[in-house]
């Protein structure tokens, strides 16, 4: 299986991922076929669907983590990547807020300290300046509270100056008012760098006035539109294959039946790591060492 991720040079015109044909199998597992999607600059989408449905692993043919084992992905190479919530096992109360977007311009995966001092402290500031951080930058990570921590998340992924920022469920354990604080800070920078958002969820109603196009995935299949196109009665009941009704309540999407004909499907193929995985954790910062 070869590696069918190309990372394109950075062109603020030109799309910043596109799929061709892209397919994603695990063993008899077929998470996705045909899958044609061009994402533009400033383009926010939501990828939706049940547990197990390939949301994450979408993330990971992105990030270069797993390679398609057919067709095509053009990806950008300017990449910032947004965590749920207590994703990382370090110790909080030995790590700092400055410490964790520290770790951002250093690089997680090519090298730290390539930059001097002053500059790399110049990019910590800038990042958490841009999210309203600085304030509490200097107390531990485990003092803080949850839209506090995310909103740290966020300036990491930002010291990247992402073309593209992927977002993996970042509002996950975080209350109403935190999730549309860290959902505006996320949607503040794709209107002022015209960054595009790719936006991991299971829960569409935080973000719906923001979302350009749903990719709906379930069982194998999928769904691109836009959310009054995908998220209907009709185009849902079809996709899952079994009644499916979705309301309008308030301006809020209610699904009624989905999520539990799927939910944590059983399978039997044991793990293996397609061809571009090197590494199977997250890749915190994407920007790349020219050296490496
Ligand atoms: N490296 C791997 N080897 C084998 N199977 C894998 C691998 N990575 C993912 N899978 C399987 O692919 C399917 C999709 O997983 P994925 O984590 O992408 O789903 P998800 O939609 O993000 O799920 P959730 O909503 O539960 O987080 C699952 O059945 C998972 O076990």
């Known amino acids: ?59 990971r043919c992105l990030l270069g983590q797993y390679g398609l084992d057919a ?14 919530q207590h ?5 909080p109360m030995a790590m700092r807020g400055r410490d964790l ?24 500031d800038a990042a958490l300046a841009e999210v309203g951080a600085t304030a509490y930058a200097d107390a531990p990570m485990g003092l803080l509270s949850g839209g506090e921590q995310q909103r740290l998340r966020v300036a990491q992924s930002l010291t990247s100056d992402p073309a593209l920022l ?11 008012t935190n999730q549309h604080r860290v959902v505006e800070l996320i949607d503040e920078r794709r209107r002022s760098a015209n960054t595009a958002i790719v936006f991991v969820t299971h829960e569409i109603n935080p973000i719906l006035p923001y979302v350009d196009r749903v990719l709906y995935l379930v069982g194998g299949r999928f769904r691109i539109g836009t ?21 309008r309540v308030n301006g809020r999407l209610v699904v009624i039946g ?31 060492d020219p050296r490496a």
């Open 227 to 247: 959310p009054d196109e995908v998220m209907t009665t009709a185009t849902l009941s079809n996709l899952y294959g079994s009644d499916v009704e979705v309301l």
């Open 101 to 124: 977007v520290g770790f951002g311009v250093d690089g997680a995966r090519w090298g730290i300290g390539l930059r001097g001092r002053g500059r790399r402290r110049q990019l910590v």
């Open 71 to 84: 067709g095509q992905l053009e990806v950008t190479d300017a990449i910032g990547y947004i965590p749920q």
């Open 1 to 59: 299986m070869a590696p069918s991720a190309h990372r394109a040079p950075r062109d603020p015109n030109s799309p910043v991922a596109t799929f061709s044909h892209a397919r994603l199998a695990f063993g008899s597992r077929v998470l996705w076929e045909d899958l044609n999607l061009t994402i533009s600059p400033g383009e926010f989408v939501a990828v939706l669907g049940p547990n197990g449905s390939g949301k994450t692993s979408f993330l």
């Open 166 to 176: 992927l977002c993996d469920e970042p509002l996950s354990s975080l209350d109403p």
């Open 87 to 91: 994703a990382d096992d370090s110790d």
């Open 258 to 288: 989905g999520e539990d004909g799927h939910h944590c499907e059983e399978h039997a193929d044991p793990p293996v790591f397609p061809a571009a995985a090197v590494d199977p954790s997250p890749v915190v910062n994407a920007e790349r």
